[in-house]
């Protein structure tokens, strides 16, 4: 079974400052995905960034950039040039990569909080 | 549709009531999954349908859930003698292809009293 750590409950960051969001994971599969959502006060779960196991590239999204180390299992989320608007709860997600895929496992989350 | 939808948004049930939560699907989506979350915590995998079969249902927390999907679109999430701890918010999400990441619905919020 997968599990899905985010060690940091809370962070809060100056607008316009850049902070990083912390996720480790636990598996035995050697092909995967990781994702970062994003989940606002309004409820609804919108993907923030994708990373494929077996590319070695850090994945990036504008503002939005992944530290993926593969050995350490560890999956970090940048954000740079903070804004407001991405005030919200951040969930590390791990997905197996398979023909039937099934379920995402997804850590307890991190809300982030950003300051004028 | 233009996006995962569910109904409704939020539910107030007295305990040992019945429930039934509606998720549609963005059109086309294969794979619909359901999951539970509860205050400050991530999204707990409850089941998952591919097309009408349900291939995984591993996280159905007791046989009081109970999911369907009979024509492979529209699936029903249906809570038999609620209890206080079934309150939480229900998550439905679809997925078109297998490896793709998951489009999430607004949940509903169920509050049992």
């Known amino acids: 079974a997968q599990t899905v750590t985010q060690s940091q409950p809370e962070m809060s960051v100056q607008e316009a400052e850049t902070v990083t969001l912390s996720c480790t994971y636990d598996t035995s599969e050697s092909n995967y995905y990781l994702f970062w959502y994003k989940q606002p006060p309004s409820r609804q779960m919108i993907l923030v960034i994708r990373q494929e196991a077996y590319k070695q590239q850090n994945a990036t999204e504008n503002r939005f950039s992944v530290n993926f180390q593969k050995a350490a299992k560890s999956f970090s989320l940048k954000i740079s040039d903070s804004q407001l608007g991405d005030t919200a709860m951040y969930f590390c997600a791990f997905m197996k990569h398979a023909t039937n895929a099934g379920k995402s496992t997804f850590g307890d989350g991190t809300t982030l909080t950003v300051k004028p | 549709g233009a996006g995962v939808s569910q109904s409704p948004r939020y539910k107030v049930a007295k305990r040992g009531q019945d429930v039934a939560l509606r998720c549609d699907p963005i059109?086309?989506?294969?794979?619909l999954f359901w999951y539970q979350q509860a205050l400050g915590q991530g999204p707990e995998f409850l089941t998952y349908f591919q097309n009408e079969a349900q291939l995984d249902k591993s996280g159905l927390p007791s046989d009081r859930f109970f999911a369907e999907r009979p024509e492979g679109s529209v699936s029903t999430l249906k809570i038999q003698r609620t209890q206080q701890e079934d309150s939480a918010v229900y998550l439905c999400?679809?997925?078109?292809?297998?490896?793709?990441?998951?489009?999430f619905g607004d949940g509903t919020r169920l509050s049992i009293l």
């Open positions: 999400a679809s997925r078109d292809l297998s490896n793709q990441p998951q489009h």
């Open positions: 059109s086309g989506h294969v794979s």
